[in-house]
Structure formats: C-alpha cells, structure tokens
C-alpha cells in the first residue's frame, strides 16, 4: 500500500459514469469528439484501452463491479434487478462498504449504485448527496431533439448544464453533484488520507438535455459513427451487416428508438445530442481534476474512472445497449494516482470486475474471498508477470423462471465469441475486424474457425446461477 508522507492511509475519487462508449478522445472511438479532460486522465494516469463489462445493462454491470461477483454467480443479470436482490450481497460486502469496514470514510453523491434513490445500503457510507429532484432526469425522455432545440433557444443555463424537466435534474443534477463532490474534496481531512469519495454522473444517459455550448461544438450534421457498416451513408445501411448474424443476435438490442428518429428525421440530432453529452459530463471531470491537482491531492489519491456500458447508435441497426457485440460491452476504464505509469497503456482486455480487487491493492486493504476478478496493480505499476485471464460478459431475456435464457460472450486479445446456447453462435477476429463485421462462424466454416470456437468455448462457465428474483416479487414462504 502506498502511504502519504505522513503515513497515513491513501485517498480514492472513484467515479462512474452511465452510457459512455468508447466515443472518448483516448480511446478513438469518434474521430472529432471532444474531450480534453479523460485526454489529460490518459496522460497522468492509465488506460485499460479494452476494458469490458460484465453485463450490457446499467444494474448487472454495477452490481458485478460493486459486489466484485459476475452474474453467473449473482443471478444478476439484467435491469429488473438490483444488486440486493441477490443472495450473495447479504453475505458480502460491496466495495465502498469493504473499504468503510475497513477504515476509510465514505461519501457518495449521484448515480453510483442502480436505482440510487433506495437501493443505498446506509452502512457502506458516512455521507451521500442526491440533488433535490435528480429522479427527474430518468422521466423526461419523450421530449424530442426538435422540442429540445427549441427550448435551448428560451432558455440559458449553468455554466454547468441546463434542464428541461419540471424540476432541477439531469444536466443541472450532475453539475449539483459536482459541485458538492469538489466542496467535499477541499475539506482539510483530505490531506491527510482515509477518505474515500464516489461520485456518479448520469450524463450521457437520456435525454441529451445539456447546456447549448455542448451542441455547439459539432455540427449540425455529425460524421456517421466509424462503426457503421462499409460504405454506409446512413445508419439504414447497417442493415447488411445482420446478413452473417444467426436469428438470435438479430433479434437482440433496442430496435424501436430507431424506428421513431427516422419517421422524425431526428438521427442527426439524435447523435449530435449524444456527442454533446459526453463533452459535458468530460467538462464536470475536468472540474474535478483541475481541484485534485490544484489541491494537491495528487501526491496522496488515487483516481478511478468507469462507465457502466457501451452504447450503440445504429450499429447493426441497434441503439442503446442489451447485445453482447463490443459496441455494448467496451467501456473507459482509468486508474490515476501515485505510483501508477503516466500514459500507461493496457491494451489486454480486462473485465470491470477487475475493479474491485485493483482498488483494494492500491488502498492496501485485503481483498476478500468472493471476489470473481483479477487485480490490475502489477499492470499499473508496471510488474506485470503473464497473461490476463480472457472477459466473460452474460446478456438473457427477463423472463424470471424456467424461460430464462442466457447468452455468453467470451472476449480475449484477438477474438470475441459469443454462444447464445441455442446453436446460434458469432465469432469475430479482432486482430483484422475491430467492429465485429464479419462473423467467422456463419456456415459453411472451415477447421481453423471450429478449432477456434471449441476452443472459446472452453473458457465459458458450465454452470449458472439462476435469475435472483426482485425483492418486491418473491413469493411469501
């Protein structure tokens, strides 16, 4: 464990994310997106640059990264869930609450956990902020981009963000949410270490209500998404890249957000409103960088930076999230703080359950036995010593009971394979189709590519844990 000067415990800014891809300057998923701030974390810091989650949903990927359990042990496997819902939580700690249990104080503000509002275990914190009204920025959803665009023309709004809900939320909420987390880093005890401080943003989840310099920055007109089918000239033509797919993947994701931004011709505004998202919540990471080194916390606490999921905007004719393609499964993923490699680059994918034991390295605390990851500390700090283990990431239908299906993906440095235990299968080579274009396992295929799926499927669990029924559903005994 590193220690401050004066021996005492470490800091740790733990931040996450909703919705964000890989559409960040560091990761070069956008060509022209904006963002300073995650650029400069790059440079102090370092870049899992094919991290992956453990579920393409916002419940299953938090509570896989915050219990340190996968879903097919937790039974949590998609948003009808919650965390607590499994019977593994009651019988082990979450990361902020190990951390608490630990001696370190805890505060959190925003969106950290799912279903923030009453899914809080009180004893993992010592503090947590919501802004007054932040519920509201999940109801206002049905506004159109047009609608949004007329009211940025009425309305001014924070330096922060605006609002265009009834109630102080969404853009405003974060901002708010910033703005205590800075007023909590600036408190003396800081200095002295132990503090650990997790902070939520919902930006860039819908709706893409934010301040008009964010708009601003890209033209009315975005350049279509790299991940688009060859020679697309509209997200429409995606639709020939589902020619290899099996009849399952094609039925997977959200098709009907795309259907109504075409019938509006909204697509362009749609995309530019999701560009503008992300350089807003980058604008809030800034602010908090800015305070850490200013503060001179630097020299004392350690930075993680996570989103929960991708996001897809008409790849494969799929918007939002809920497939098991690299388009929903690759997030951000930063480490910062004394002793880690500045521009250190860790280009092998690794899992966000990854997450839990890497942090308790570096604040020095044991990590405890359920965890399902691998810590990153030798490959931050530049020790490190063989291979990581390849990514397992579960995706099913939400039917609870004997209807459950569940899908598997397995990704490594060259392939991703994805079973969905029906005789349906994918397998795409990463070393020639970052964009997962052409699936190798559409019959006929050959020896090489049967060779390869048997040996993906190997890494595959055997057994999984059934669905973890909500709380608010199960039966009386």
Not at 123 to 131: G, I, N, T
Not at 164 to 183: H, K, M, N, Q, R
Not at 231 to 241: A, F, I, Q
């Amino acid at each position: 464990m590193f220690l401050t000067p004066g021996g005492h415990k470490p800091n740790l800014i733990f931040i996450a994310i909703d919705d964000l891809n890989d559409w960040i300057e560091p990761l070069g998923g956008y060509p022209g997106v904006k963002t300073p701030s995650l650029t400069h974390l790059a440079e102090t810091g370092a870049l899992c640059t094919a991290a992956q989650v453990a579920a393409p949903a916002c419940s299953p990927s938090r509570a896989a990264t915050l219990l340190g359990i996968s879903p097919h042990r937790s039974g949590i496997y998609f948003n009808s869930q919650n965390w607590d819902d499994s019977p593994l939580s009651e019988h082990n700690e979450t990361l902020i609450g190990h951390l608490r249990a630990n001696g370190f104080k805890t505060y959190g503000c925003g969106k950290v956990f799912h279903r923030w509002e009453s899914r809080l275990r009180k004893s993992d914190w010592d503090e947590y902020y919501l802004p007054p009204g932040y519920m509201d920025s999940i109801k206002n959803r049905n506004v159109t981009i047009s609608e949004m665009a007329r009211r940025r023309q009425n309305r001014s709004g924070r330096d922060g963000g605006e609002d265009f809900g009834p109630s102080p939320s969404g853009a405003i909420g974060d901002t708010e949410v910033t703005d205590w987390a800075l007023a909590k880093l600036r408190e003396p005890a800081w200095r002295d270490g132990g503090n650990v401080l997790a902070m939520g943003l919902y930006r860039p989840h819908l709706p893409f209500a934010v301040n008009k310099r964010y708009y601003e920055m890209y033209p009315e007109v975005p350049a279509m998404p790299p991940g688009f089918y060859p020679d697309s000239g509209t997200w429409l033509d995606n639709e020939r890249d589902l020619a290899d797919l099996p009849p399952t993947g094609v039925s997977l994701g959200s098709k009907r957000l795309g259907r109504n931004l075409e019938q509006a011709g909204e697509y362009d505004a749609f995309l530019r409103g999701y560009l503008a998202s992300i350089s807003f919540a980058d604008f809030q990471i800034g602010r908090v960088l800015n305070n850490y080194e200013r503060l001179g916390l630097a020299d004392n606490t350690y930075i993680v930076f996570w989103s929960d999921h991708g996001w897809q905007l008409g790849e494969k004719l799929k918007f939002k999230k809920f497939t098991l393609w690299e388009r929903a499964l690759k997030v951000p993923l930063f480490f910062a703080g004394p002793g880690i490699e500045a521009g250190k680059k860790v280009h092998e994918p690794v899992s966000l359950l990854s997450v839990y034991p890497t942090v308790c390295d570096l604040l020095g605390v044991p990590v405890p036995a359920h965890c399902d990851g691998v810590s990153l500390a030798q490959q931050l700090f530049g020790q490190a010593n063989g291979r990581l283990p390849p990514v397992i990431s579960f995706w099913g239908n939400e039917e609870l009971g004997d209807d459950f299906e569940c899908y598997m993906s397995v990704r490594t440095a060259d392939w991703r394979f994805i079973d969905y235990r029906n005789g349906d299968v994918e397998l795409y080579d990463h070393r020639t189709d970052r964009f997962e274009w052409y699936n190798l396992a559409n019959p006929p295929r050959g020896v090489e590519v049967n060779t390869t799926i048997d040996m993906m499927r190997r890494y595959l669990p055997t057994t999984l844990a059934s669905p973890a029924i909500p709380k608010g559903r199960r039966r009386a005994s």
